[in-house]
């Protein structure tokens, strides 16, 4: 193997790198399968990034992540539960989000960083008032929204926001862009057809997917994910390092915490849902539909 022709590299565990050429291609490199032979990878890079081999270290850590995970990433069919339970993880992760990053951008002005401050202050400007977007979106459900997330935060999103105030509040906060990166990225994922599914599970012509339709494909969310990508190419190789390495442990974080909350059944969700407000959920729509009628269904397919 050469090096001569890779762009860039990121030991993201004690066993394996991610490396990346500019081409795109990406591949994972396990520093136990080159005992005794001189490891090319052991020492960190140094040279300048490129689009290509950025935007491969960047996704190759996401990928890694996701694999790591033991557990097949659960994907159930949405319910209506569980998309309340996501809504308030989505406010919960956008709420401080804005602060967060102007905290970090004032240490990069600190620091005499000023370019990196200017790329948090646009961020934080980008995401302004998201949290709004999922708070309507509950009260499109009928849902008192404001109540429900003061009363409730998802126990597998609560590493997450922690993970993103410590970060923020570091000495050192270039951590928050790998961070951002991870959830922006897996919520780019999301087309036409998720939001539709969600749609399609809502009361009819009730509209509560301003959030995911922001958070996907068709809203900011991919021009998001473009704007980091050139920024974090652009940085000295000591940060690109860093930010894959947060990109990697942020997407672990997200991948369990996503599992903790998916893998939970419907009656677990409601319940959850019903104790944080303290009263029990019906959705007065024009089908007549119901949660409860919901989570009668549920029981009979149970029994
Ligand atoms: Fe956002
Ligand atoms: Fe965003």
Redesign the pocket.
Known sequence: MTTRRIAEWVSVTDDVSIIARESGEVWFHNRNETKGQVDPFAVPMQGSGSLGSTVGLLDGAINLAFTTIERELARPKPTLAAYIVALVGAYHT?VD?AQNLRRAAGRFEEIGRPEVAAYLEMRAR??TG?DRLAIKDLRALGVPGERLVANFIPEGIKPLCKRFDELCAEEYPIGSIGYSYCL?RI?ALKVKSDIDSVQAICPAGVDATRFLR??SSLG??AA?VDETIEFVASLPADDRIRVVRETYQSALLLAEGYNHELLKSEMQLQREIEQALGQSLEYPDPQGYSIAQERAAVAARAD
Do not use: I, L, Q
Request: aromatic letters at 0%.
């Open positions: 956008s989000t980008e995401e998201h922006e919520a922001s958070h900011s969310e998001h």
